[in-house]
């Protein structure tokens, strides 16, 4: 499993973009899925968004269609998201994950996921 850390994070206002990186080191991520949680003040991390492990395929939690945007470089064996007209809500700690399985379907299970980022903060005032 390839060792993963994010970056990108920071204060934002309301409305603005932010584009997060996840770089893996050690091994590679390109046979791999790769996801996004992130994690509110005071609640549980919850799922964000996956892509599959050639970037064909994608699935996003509810709240941010439309305005998140996964991708990946297997090329450069990083994973990013690319966040728009964000919102207050949007703040936490967000996190990056490698797939548990080679090739595997794209789930929204934590336990589906290892390798976990330490994570970047993202503050979005409103």
């Known amino acids: 499993q390839a060792q993963l850390v994010e970056s990108g994070g920071r204060l934002v206002q309301a409305g603005d973009s932010l584009k997060l990186s996840c770089v893996g080191s050690?091994?590679?991520?390109?046979?791999?899925?790769m996801g996004w949680f992130r994690q509110a003040p005071g609640k549980i991390r919850e799922f964000v968004a996956i892509?599959?492990?050639?970037?064909?395929?994608?699935l996003y939690t509810d709240s941010v269609k439309g305005r998140f945007t996964i991708s990946r470089s297997n090329n450069q064996n990083t994973a990013y998201l690319q966040m728009t007209a964000l919102e207050s809500e949007d703040t936490g700690v967000y996190y990056c994950?490698?797939?548990?399985?080679?090739?595997?379907?794209?789930?929204?299970?934590?336990?589906?996921?290892?390798?976990w980022g330490p994570g970047t903060q993202v503050t979005v005032s409103s």
């Open positions: 994950a490698q797939g548990s399985r080679m090739f595997g379907s794209i789930r929204t299970d934590e336990d589906d996921f290892a390798s």
């Open positions: 050690g091994s590679t991520i390109s046979l791999y899925a």
């Open positions: 892509i599959n492990f050639n970037g064909s395929s994608t």
